[in-house]
Nanobody, 124 residues
């Protein structure tokens, strides 16, 4: 059974940094894509960043240059380093994993496994 557990969210002032973590278990595909999504109140879920087994990454335009996705396979942990946070980054952040296909993308329908989310609130 695949499980994804996020942590690291919080309430911060604009301009500071946060690092989100997602510990995954039961996920043993050799080809994969792992990603971070976010959803703000009243808005659709948005793909933020993704990484696949080749180490390739992709980012939403709104976070390029500020956010970095990384993966520590030894720790079964996915990270999202978020710098220069803005109030517009306020959302629930979710970790997601695909069902072993490995295509790099930010469309939510790629992903079959989801965590429960961690809240990030950025005040001005």
């Amino acid at each position: 059974q695949v499980q994804l557990v996020e942590s690291g969210g919080g309430s911060v002032q604009a301009g500071v940094s946060l690092r989100l973590s997602c510990v995954f278990s039961g996920y043993t595909f050799s080809r994969y894509c792992l990603a971070w999504f976010r959803q703000a109140p009243g808005k659709d879920r948005e793909g933020v960043a993704a990484i696949n087994a080749d180490g390739s990454t992709t980012y939403a335009d709104s976070v390029k240059g500020r956010f970095t996705i990384s993966l520590d396979n030894a720790k079964n942990t996915l990270y999202l380093q978020m710098n220069s946070l803005e109030p517009e980054d306020t959302a629930m952040y979710y970790c997601a994993a695909d069902p072993g296909v490995g295509l790099l993308g930010l469309q939510s329908y790629f992903f079959g496994y989801w965590g429960q989310g961690t809240q990030v609130t950025v005040s001005s």
